[in-house]
């Protein structure tokens, strides 16, 4: 069950940072709510093609791990302020101009969270 409103979760989205990259597609987040635990990624959806999590990459402060090792006896720490790269790696479904984003991980402190989003190439 989520706890969090999805308007409060949108925000740490950075709006703009969906983009193209020779790996596949990228989105930037920054965490402005507070330390959390991730243990565990489902799948980024992406438009009407959905990547599961050994096909997503997490990059954060020169590190990267497949979202795959996340779990509950490996959590990635998503400090206060700490910005990440989500990589979906083989991707090749994003549109010219809008699209729709869904994410649905697994958060030690409030469980199974999706949160929809959408942004501009």
């Excluded at 949108?10 to 709510?33: M, Q």
């Excluded at 720490?77 to 991707?91: K, P």
């Amino acid at each position: 069950m989520n706890i969090l409103p999805s308007f409060i979760l949108k925000r740490i989205y950075k709006k703009g940072s969906l983009r193209r990259t020779k790996d596949g597609v990228a989105f930037d987040l920054k965490n402005i709510l507070g330390p959390g635990i991730v243990t565990g990624i489902n799948y980024i959806k992406i438009n009407d093609e959905t990547y599961t999590s050994s096909m997503i990459k997490i990059m954060s402060s020169g590190d990267a791990v497949h979202a795959a090792q996340i779990s509950a006896d490996n959590p990635m720490i998503f400090r206060l302020n700490e910005e990440i790269t989500c990589l979906i790696e083989g991707c090749l479904k994003l549109s010219d101009g809008l699209n729709n984003i869904i994410v649905e991980l697994i958060s030690k402190d409030v469980g199974k969270v999706s949160v929809a989003l959408s942004d501009m190439v």
